[in-house]
């Protein structure tokens, strides 16, 4: 199932939010969610350049990307190592969708004979 991938912009009372969860001296203004795999907070730069690259990187998981001032976030605490665990959902995946990956792991898995093998039958 495809999710949407949200840019927020940050009201007041969701960056006190954010910085209570993740620290303080954090700088944080805007959020990425990425549907019910988690979510980063940070600057507008750094979440923006997450935005960017997942929708493309990870199109098995991400249907459309979306920027907003008005997404309710529910969990304010930043995802720990998100990229990870969306690599690990979005592999199989991919693998599922496409046959020449498929076929690559098949020839890979077969065990390649040697010389001696092959000449004396073993």
Same mark, same amino acid.
């Not at 750094?46 to 991400?62: D, E, G, K, Q």
């Not at 077969?110 to 093998?117: E, L, P, V, Y």
């Given at each position: 199932?495809?999710?949407?991938?949200?840019?927020? *912009?940050?009201?007041?009372?969701?960056?006190?939010?954010?910085?209570? /969860?993740?620290?303080?001296?954090? @700088?944080? *203004?805007? /959020?990425?969610?990425?549907? #019910?795999?988690?979510?980063?907070?940070? *600057?507008?730069?750094?979440?923006?350049?997450?935005?960017?690259?997942?929708?493309?990187?990870? #199109?098995?998981?991400?249907?459309?990307?979306? &920027?907003?001032? *008005?997404?309710?976030?529910? &969990?304010?605490?930043?995802?720990?190592?998100?990229?990870?665990?969306? @690599?690990?959902?979005?592999? #199989?995946?991919?693998?599922? /969708?496409?046959?020449?990956?498929?076929?690559?792991?098949?020839?890979?898995?077969?065990?390649?004979?040697?010389?001696?093998?092959?000449?004396?039958?073993?």
């Amino acid at each position: 199932m495809k999710h949407k991938l949200v840019l927020v *912009t940050l009201n007041d009372k969701q960056i006190e939010l954010a910085k209570a /969860a993740n620290g303080v001296k954090k @700088i944080i *203004t805007h /959020a990425l969610i990425c549907g #019910p795999h988690g979510q980063l907070f940070g *600057t507008e730069k750094f979440c923006r350049r997450y935005y960017t690259a997942w929708i493309n990187v990870f #199109p098995h998981l991400f249907d459309s990307a979306v &920027e907003t001032d *008005t997404h309710e976030i529910i &969990e304010y605490e930043s995802t720990f190592d998100l990229v990870t665990k969306l @690599i690990d959902i979005h592999d #199989p995946l991919e693998k599922a /969708a496409n046959p020449l990956l498929q076929e690559f792991e098949k020839s890979k898995d077969r065990k390649n004979k040697g010389f001696f093998s092959r000449l004396f039958g073993s």
